[in-house]
């Protein structure tokens, strides 16, 4: 008998307006996460609150609103547009009989499903161990309650006591694995940049691609190692039309026409109320982007919620300590729009692009080469026929515009990086 995959589960999102401009854009992506998870969205319930209801987040009517929602449509499980405190937890769930989820966990479990590199499972697992670190409480509380029952006041007592002792044991125990999952990603995070140490010692420019998750980031990378790579299918990175598809960061080599080389990252994605855990958790992954020479923010330009997307993803940047690079910003998918702009189009340093399009990719690879190479130093070389290995490593890193073998040496007319035109200035021709 062939295997049948179970049916998602059914689930209720909910959440409190709190005064935010954008709250019904993120209730639509707090859905897209569900979806994410393999969760079945079945019903939406709101309520207009400047701040949550201290002990149930939302208010006791809307409390048994979201019971009864939940029960008509059949769904074991609410998801909420919040971290929730270990008490509001306790409290809906007790209230409701149902199982909560918070943004948060929602967050971190998809996460968890998708990492697969060492690096980001142990970013993952931190972050999750540092989530549940304040929610013990909750998981004994309700062995006490079932102890209490029946024992009276004095075995009630004491089953709490027991309980107070097990919960600093808990506590103990991830305390003491979250501290080993840090100096394992310290370790992991040292290598990491010897690794950058290297391409940074080899003059080759690096590019970050950053933006919101499932903007075409790895579209736009798998567009441009198809047109400038050899074997690009072996190079290829996961993409899928789903956010947070992939959670490592891909680094891959592009070599432009004339030995314009320049390393191009793909990094994880990111998502409005992105959980602090992560964000914090995350910044080794993202170290690709604080050390490029260029960010190219790749934006779904198809969605209409994309200026609250680019907020999120500057502001994101901020967070993790990038700012002042210079950025291209790509507004991807304009094949996808209705009004169905022209592309491949550019102004500044914006772009509207489609990641599917050869002639956009190509403008973008320009734009791209512009920027990195804009201290590119042009001259003429004289060189030995003694020193071959000088004309090795002009043809190897220099675009070379033109060649002639005199009775002096190989007359060299190349464009290459002001850093290695200094490793053969000596025979430039003034």
Do not use: C, W
């Amino acid at each position: 008998m062939p295997e049948t995959q179970a049916a998602p589960t059914k689930v209720i999102i909910a959440g409190i307006t709190k005064r935010q401009e954008n709250f019904e854009y993120t209730m639509t992506e707090l859905g897209e996460l569900a979806k994410a998870a393999n969760y079945n969205v079945v019903g939406e319930v709101t309520q207009k609150l400047d701040y949550p209801a201290g002990a149930t987040y939302f208010g006791s009517g809307k409390v048994e609103e979201l019971r009864m929602a939940a029960n008509m449509k059949e769904a074991a499980v609410v998801i909420v547009n919040d971290e929730l405190s270990p008490s509001q937890l306790r409290n809906l769930e007790k209230q409701m009989q149902l199982h909560l989820v918070d943004r948060t966990q929602l967050i971190l479990d998809i996460f968890g499903s998708r990492a697969r590199s060492k690096q980001a499972k142990t970013q993952v697992e931190i972050a999750r161990l540092r989530y549940e670190l304040p929610r013990l409480r909750q998981k004994n509380a309700g062995f006490d309650q079932q102890g209490g029952g029946s024992t009276g006041a004095g075995g009630a007592l004491a089953n709490r006591g027991s309980g107070e002792t097990q919960l600093e044991q808990d506590r103990r125990v991830l305390n003491k694995r979250i501290g080993h999952l840090k100096q394992e990603l310290i370790d992991e995070s040292r290598d990491e940049e010897v690794r950058a140490a290297q391409r940074n010692e080899s003059d080759i420019p690096t590019v970050a691609l950053v933006g919101y998750t499932n903007a075409g980031k790895s579209t736009t990378m798998n567009g441009l190692l198809q047109l400038f790579t050899d074997r690009p299918d072996d190079k290829q990175v996961f993409e899928k039309d789903m956010l947070f598809a992939t959670l490592d960061t891909s680094v891959r080599s592009i070599e432009l026409p004339g030995n314009r080389k320049f390393l191009l990252s793909d990094t994880v994605g990111f998502v409005g109320k992105l959980p602090t855990k992560l964000v914090d958790s995350f910044k080794a992954t993202l170290a690709e982007a604080k050390n490029a020479d260029l960010l190219v923010q790749v934006v779904d330009y198809s969605d209409p919620h994309y200026p609250e997307m680019m907020k999120v993803t500057e502001d994101t940047l901020r967070d993790i300590g990038i700012e002042g690079t210079p950025m291209i910003v790509g507004y991807n998918k304009a094949d996808r729009r209705d009004d169905q702009p022209a592309f491949p189009d550019e102004n500044g340093d914006h772009l509207i692009y489609s990641a599917r399009d050869e002639k956009s990719l190509r403008k973008l690879a320009d734009m791209i080469e512009q920027r990195i190479f804009a201290d590119a130093v042009s001259a003429t070389y004289l060189i030995p026929f003694t020193d071959g290995g000088a004309v090795n490593f002009i043809n190897s890193v220099a675009k070379v515009d033109k060649t002639d073998y005199t009775a002096d040496g190989t007359l060299i007319t190349a464009t290459m990086s002001a850093a290695n035109a200094g490793r053969v200035a000596k025979y430039a021709q003034d």
